[in-house]
């Protein structure tokens, strides 16, 4: 499922912000944090509704610019709020539920637009009153089609930095011909990235990195010819695989998330990866596949699995899926890794399945097909997390070597303006991200003089009310600072 997204830049710049797995890479500036320094979750925590209990099957969770959640899957109402038909997408913005209106089947995925934009993928052919064969995105007041669609449900739904939308599945294009599985969206045509022929079976799951490389992750052996097992990059220009995947017959990539220490993690149904043994849960490095802290095991019938992956702002990973145990400890379904070792949250779920999660500051989020979690009785498909969720820190500047004075006026509707000197001669750039950690634009590029002082104007009356990040960086380090677009 889009996990939204893991950390990665949000991760390391924003104090009490979203922190999600759309871009989890490394990037310049200050390094992740290690595992030696992760900051340790509280043991203890708790889980609880989020206003109204949902009735149903969540399926995926995103967060938007704004802070909002949104969330879809089987379920047509959230208390009093409802709709037609019956598969709602329903927006929830700190106080209250919203429907954005239904769909006539199931959705499996969304994913958001770094302008806001939301995109909706399932089983569906209608949605919000509107034709729209399986993928359908909403701009805040309507949805829309997006081209022909598909013959089958996408899997997974991940959007860029510049907006382009991958989805991947079992699915073509409805009057296509032989390229399946992975296909881009330009705001105009669907493509297989690179052309060619797509994957030779089923995509289950996509990530994006920071400098916007895709991987995809499955149940196939090519992808457009070239030779992958069940997980590939896409670099932009050409499909590579990555390391040797896993071999065996039968395994599956269910989830797929970049971290802030910038290694690929990967979960779903296997037992080797590499050519070494995991327990359904592995890391890459760049160079190589190893396992991660014992991995999961544990689920009935042998059905053990990772379904989702994400990390929180101080760099916990989270894991769900079918399992009862993490590295030999009890878990039930829902897991964190804090300094290498693993935790129970709360005690997991009762019984089902955990299939999606998010991190929004010190909260994580779980959805999916499970009754009662937590050992709340009734607390089922939807619940909010709080207790040792690590939310991100805000990078300092090195001593006096760059300073960013705080933007002013702040908050603005139209424009704000930058103040920024270096105590010495260097090149410099200053950059806008979103709160999914995406660069919106480079406000400033070029060298500076030693106690130069530069002033930047950034209109921000374009943008999406929420909050940004102005990050700017130079040969001595980097700073941030906040701003508020509002509303």
């Known amino acids: 499922m889009q996990p939204l997204a893991s950390p990665a830049l949000a991760?390391?710049?924003?104090?009490?912000l979203l922190a999600t797995p759309a871009l989890a890479a490394p990037f310049a500036g200050p390094p992740a944090p290690s595992a030696e320094t992760l900051p340790r979750a509280h043991a203890s925590g708790s889980w609880s509704a989020v206003g109204a209990p949902v009735p149903q099957i969540v399926n995926d969770i995103v967060v938007g610019p704004d802070g909002a959640l949104y969330i879809a899957g089987t379920f047509s109402s959230i208390g009093s709020v409802s709709t037609a038909p019956s598969y709602m997408v329903a927006r929830w913005d700190g106080t209250a539920w919203t429907a954005l209106g239904g769909a006539n089947d199931w959705i499996f995925a969304l994913g958001m637009g770094p302008d806001g934009t939301l995109y909706a993928a399932g089983r569906f052919t209608q949605i919000g009153g509107v034709a729209a064969t399986r993928v359908a995105r909403f701009d805040g007041a309507a949805w829309a089609a997006m081209g022909p669609g598909f013959n089958n449900p996408p899997e997974?739904?991940?959007?860029?930095?510049?907006?382009?939308?991958?989805?991947t599945g079992g699915m073509n294009l409805v009057g296509g011909g032989s390229p399946r599985a992975v296909f881009q969206w330009d705001g105009a045509t669907w493509t297989v990235p690179g052309g060619g022929q797509g994957l030779s079976n089923t995509g289950y799951s996509l990530a994006l990195d920071a400098a916007d490389n895709l991987y995809v992750g499955g149940s196939f052996r090519t992808v457009s010819g070239v030779a992958a097992n069940n997980v590939a990059r896409w670099d932009g220009a050409s499909w590579s695989a990555v390391g040797t995947g896993t071999q065996t017959v039968g395994a599956v990539v269910y989830a797929l998330e970049v971290g802030p220490d910038g290694n690929l993690y990967a979960g779903g149904f296997f037992t080797e990866m590499g050519g070494g043994a995991v327990e359904h849960l592995a890391r890459w490095d760049g160079a190589a596949w190893a396992g991660v802290a014992g991995g999961v095991a544990g689920a009935s019938g042998g059905g053990t699995a990772v379904?989702?992956?994400?990390?929180?702002?101080?760099?916990?990973?989270?894991?769900?899926?079918?399992?009862?145990?993490?590295?030999?400890?009890?878990?039930?379904?829902?897991?964190?890794?804090?300094?290498?070792?693993?935790e129970s949250l709360a005690g997991g779920v009762g019984n089902g399945?955990?299939?999606?999660?998010?991190v929004d500051g010190p909260h994580l989020y779980a959805g999916g097909g499970y009754s009662s979690i937590g050992g709340v009785a009734g607390l089922n498909y939807f619940a909010r997390y709080e207790g040792g969720v690590a939310t991100p820190v805000e990078v300092t500047p090195p001593a006096v070597a760059l300073v960013l004075e705080p933007a002013a006026p702040n908050p603005s509707a139209t424009t704000t303006t930058l103040r920024f000197s270096s105590d010495r001669a260097q090149t410099v750039r200053l950059e806008l991200f979103d709160v999914l950690g995406r660069r919106v634009s480079t406000l400033y590029e070029g060298t500076v003089a030693a106690g130069q002082r530069v002033v930047v104007p950034v209109a921000v009356g374009s943008l999406p009310a929420g909050a940004y990040l102005a990050r700017l960086s130079g040969?001595?380090?980097?700073?941030?600072?906040?701003?508020?677009?509002?509303?």
Not at 314 to 339: D, E, H, I, K, M
Not at 479 to 487: G, L, P, S
């Open 11 to 16: 991760a390391l710049l924003w104090v009490g």
């Open 156 to 167: 997974d739904l991940v959007v860029d930095s510049e907006g382009t939308v991958y989805v």
């Open 307 to 342: 379904r989702d992956l994400v990390f929180d702002g101080g760099g916990q990973l989270y894991v769900a899926g079918s399992f009862t145990t993490a590295g030999g400890v009890a878990v039930n379904g829902v897991a964190r890794l804090a300094g290498g070792a693993w």
């Open 353 to 358: 399945t955990v299939r999606a999660l998010a």
């Open 475 to 487: 040969e001595a380090g980097a700073v941030t600072r906040r701003i508020d677009r509002a509303r």
